[in-house]
Nanobody
């Protein structure tokens, strides 16, 4: 069983930055890790992921110029850097983990992930 605990969310003005963290109870390198988000009134969507074995990353195309994902295996922590934030980035951000070695085309499917954190709220407004 893997437990995921997100932190780092909050309120920020447009153009600002936040860094989200996801602390894992287990060894993060053993899992494919990802961030999803759910804007108010909308479905959950993929943001970014780090593959289990290679550590290669994938960020949603529309976000890759502003968001970055990485993990620190020594700290068992996954990170998401959010830059140049916009009001449309307002959402609950969730950390997810899968024991599967997912291929790139499968990373965005939330059904691929067995473990989920409780989410952290990010609000972007002036």
């Amino acid at each position: 069983q893997v437990q995921l605990v997100e932190s780092g969310g909050g309120w920020v003005q447009p153009g600002g930055s936040l860094r989200l963290s996801c602390a894992t109870s287990g060894r993060a390198y053993g899992y494919t890790m990802a961030w999803f988000r759910q804007p108010p009134g909308k479905v959950r969507e993929f943001v970014a992921a780090v593959k289990r074995s290679s550590g290669s990353t994938s960020v949603k195309n529309t976000l890759k110029d502003r968001f970055a994902i990485w993990r620190d295996n020594a700290k068992n922590t996954l990170y998401l850097q959010l830059n140049s934030l916009k009001p449309d980035d307002t959402a609950v951000y969730y950390c997810a983990a899968s024991h599967r070695g997912l291929i790139t085309s499968s990373l965005a499917g939330d059904e691929q992930y067995e473990y989920w954190g409780q989410g952290t709220q990010v609000t972007v407004s002036s």
